[in-house]
């Protein structure tokens, strides 16, 4: 009996792509499209990333026996494919087997089906409920991929060492780990650290497979790699851009190696990274919800301005409209710097005085109110009727509303129910006013170069440089009610993202009267976050999926140290 010859080559396309939750017909068409890119390089086997065919993170929507049924439909239609002789495919999709629903990756050739791979670590922290809807797998053995035995880590599977383990022992010759890791800030180095321990562990190069694409609050930024075993880089693609990477493999004494692959730059700091994955959040929200574009209100403000600016990177200035509601507390300043922005920007940009509509309703409650004194009751009222206007705007024409509170203001509740909250999405969102006002100078000198915004500066500096200001009374600056906004998001990065104790916080120097009044603040405010647009995700803990709090909570931390 002849032995059979074992490849010293393999040439693996890597599909960095965007696919859309619940549109299986439309991750097919596109999963077809980029195998007949890698059929026309040559590949031997093209890979897709975790649950591609269902789009990622499907939640509850896995559950349904009619979804499960049309993926399982498109994967067979994609093993047909492969009887034309071109690439192998590996693929994500949700997998019945058994009657338990896995998260899986299915290995398609020569016109059928010829292996599946079960996730068995199932994250369930964070943004992450992949034990609600999915049975774990058994550890897995390799595939046989075109001769060559291929481990499938998938994702989760690759931040401990079992699966890994499991994978070398039992004869895997290379790891291809399909990911669906959405995007924060430093994530790229966290997701290197951990591919180069299993690395070092197994003594096996490892390619990392990321989605790329915004999908409701999460982004995925792609920014797929590979290692080679001795830890060197093997190829890099690029960060929040769909990508076929085609990499060549070659067996060097019983070993593989990357002999050749793209090696893209990624951002220069993390500031670019959160600028590019708020424009390409809003993008794909917009897009894949169907909006014809966005609406929103340009205030003469630093966070407007960077909203705007973001819109039209993300959409291009014919789909994106500002609009100016001033009121007789908005200052000349304000109005300037708002037709400042529109002008740099390129956009249409219209002035909508809503005295009319904030004196009517002050006459409607006049009769209730009587003779009680003005307060925040007025002010809100001004707030109100910009977000009446906004929405009537939408429901008019069309384009979504973008709201532009930051986190800072969304932490302590410095934001108007039913007005500035109005809208579909935010893209500041998880950015603290302090980033606010970075990425507003980072936008001024730099321009990403996938947007669509025009270079060189996109607001004038006094935008920047002016005191913040909700502009709702007379000479009002948000200090009155905040502290410094330097000292606000220091302590709501202690509480929000770190859970440090008040007593820990007051020992490091700040103002102990300070600190509890932010505590109680941020407690207060959960039940204005809990209507509050979505918005993308670009710390590690973000309001919503991964910091869920009580609405009714009557806990405040003593004071005393951890």
């Known amino acids: 009996?002849?032995?059979?010859?074992?490849?010293?080559?393999?040439?693996?396309?890597?599909?960095?792509?965007?696919?859309?939750?619940?549109?299986?017909?439309?991750?097919?068409?596109?999963?077809?499209?980029?195998?007949?890119e890698a059929a026309a390089q040559a590949a031997d086997v093209i890979v897709f990333p975790e649950l591609f065919l269902a789009g990622y993170p499907p939640e509850d929507l896995v559950l349904k026996p009619a979804f499960q049924a049309a993926c399982r439909r498109a994967l067979d239609a994609l093993a047909a494919d492969t009887a034309d002789g071109g690439p192998d495919v590996l693929i994500g999709l949700p997998f019945v087997e058994d009657g338990r629903l896995y998260n899986s990756v299915a290995h398609l050739a020569g016109g059928a089906l010829r292996a599946v791979r079960?996730?068995?670590?199932?994250?369930?922290?964070?943004?992450?409920?992949?034990?609600?809807?999915?049975?774990?797998?058994?550890?897995?053995?390799?595939?046989?991929?075109?001769?060559?035995?291929?481990?499938?880590?998938?994702?989760?599977?690759?931040?401990?060492?079992?699966?890994?383990?499991?994978?070398?022992?039992?004869?895997?010759?290379?790891?291809?780990?399909?990911?669906?890791?959405?995007?924060?800030?430093?994530?790229?180095?966290?997701?290197?650290?951990?591919?180069?321990?299993?690395?070092?562990?197994?003594?096996?190069?490892?390619?990392?497979?990321?989605?790329?694409?915004?999908?409701?609050?999460?982004?995925?930024?792609?920014?797929?790699?590979?290692?080679?075993?001795?830890?060197?880089?093997?190829?890099?693609?690029?960060?929040f851009a769909e990508d076929l990477a085609v990499t060549d493999w070659r067996r060097e004494n019983g070993a593989w190696r990357c002999a050749g692959g793209p090696v893209a730059p990624l951002d220069e700091d993390d500031d670019q990274a959160d600028y590019r994955a708020c424009v390409l959040g809003l993008r794909d929200y917009v897009a894949k919800s169907g909006f014809p574009g966005v609406v929103l209100g340009l205030s003469g403000g630093v966070d407007s301005a960077l909203c705007a600016a973001m819109a039209?990177?993300?959409?291009?200035?014919?789909?994106?409209?500002?609009?100016?509601?001033?009121?007789?507390?908005?200052?000349?300043?304000?109005?300037?710097?708002?037709?400042?922005?529109?002008?740099?920007?390129?956009?249409?940009?219209?002035?909508?005085?809503?005295?009319?509509?904030?004196?009517?309703?002050?006459?409607?409650?006049?009769?209730?109110?009587?003779?009680?004194?003005?307060?925040?009751?007025?002010?809100?009222?001004?707030?109100?009727?910009?977000?009446?206007?906004?929405?009537?705007?939408?429901?008019?024409?069309?384009?979504?509303?973008?709201?532009?509170?930051?986190?800072?203001?969304?932490?302590?509740g410095y934001a108007t129910l039913y007005g500035d909250m109005n809208g579909g999405f935010n893209p500041i969102k998880d950015l603290y006013k302090t980033q606010v006002f970075r990425l507003c100078r980072l936008r001024n000198r730099w321009r990403p170069a996938d947007?669509?915004?025009?270079?060189?500066?996109?607001?004038?500096?006094?935008?920047?440089?002016?005191?913040?200001?909700?502009?709702?009374?007379?000479?009002?600056?948000?200090?009155?009610?905040?502290?410094?906004?330097?000292?606000?998001?220091?302590?709501?990065?202690?509480?929000?993202?770190?859970?440090?104790?008040?007593?820990?916080?007051?020992?490091?120097?700040?103002?102990?009267?300070v600190v509890s009044k932010v505590e109680r603040l941020l407690y207060l405010a959960e039940y204005k976050r809990r209507q509050s647009a979505p918005g993308v995700k670009v710390t590690a803990r973000n309001f919503g999926r991964d910091r869920r709090y009580p609405i009714i909570n009557r806990f405040r931390d003593p004071g005393t140290r951890a």
């Open 312 to 412: 039209v990177d993300a959409l291009g200035a014919d789909k994106v409209r500002c609009v100016m509601l001033p009121y007789r507390f908005t200052s000349e300043e304000s109005l300037s710097d708002a037709a400042a922005c529109a002008e740099a920007l390129g956009v249409p940009y219209d002035t909508l005085p809503i005295a009319p509509a904030v004196e009517g309703i002050e006459a409607a409650l006049a009769p209730l109110f009587g003779t009680l004194p003005r307060d925040v009751t007025e002010e809100n009222l001004q707030s109100r009727a910009r977000g009446l206007l906004l929405m009537a705007l939408s429901n008019k024409f069309g384009p979504m509303v973008v709201t532009t509170g930051n986190k800072s203001e969304m932490s302590v």
């Open 451 to 513: 947007a669509l915004g025009p270079d060189g500066p996109v607001m004038p500096g006094s935008v920047i440089d002016k005191p913040p200001s909700a502009e709702l009374r007379e000479n009002q600056k948000d200090e009155d009610s905040l502290p410094p906004y330097e000292t606000l998001d220091a302590i709501l990065q202690g509480l929000v993202e770190d859970e440090t104790g008040v007593g820990d916080l007051i020992a490091a120097g700040f103002d102990p009267e």
């Open 118 to 239: 079960h996730k068995v670590d199932l994250p369930n922290y964070g943004v992450f409920d992949e034990k609600r809807v999915f049975a774990p797998g058994p550890l897995p053995g390799p595939i046989p991929v075109r001769g060559v035995r291929v481990g499938v880590p998938i994702c989760e599977d690759i931040w401990t060492e079992e699966v890994v383990d499991c994978l070398a022992e039992t004869g895997g010759e290379l790891l291809i780990s399909p990911n669906g890791s959405p995007y924060w800030r430093g994530k790229a180095d966290v997701r290197l650290n951990v591919a180069t321990a299993r690395v070092v562990e197994s003594g096996l190069p490892l390619i990392y497979l990321n989605q790329v694409g915004g999908q409701d609050e999460l982004v995925f930024d792609g920014a797929s790699f590979g290692l080679n075993a001795d830890r060197s880089l093997a190829f890099q693609s690029p960060a």
């Open 1 to 36: 009996m002849s032995e059979t010859r074992t490849p010293d080559t393999l040439r693996i396309a890597l599909a960095q792509a965007n696919p859309t939750v619940g549109d299986v017909a439309g991750n097919l068409a596109r999963a077809r499209r980029f195998r007949d």
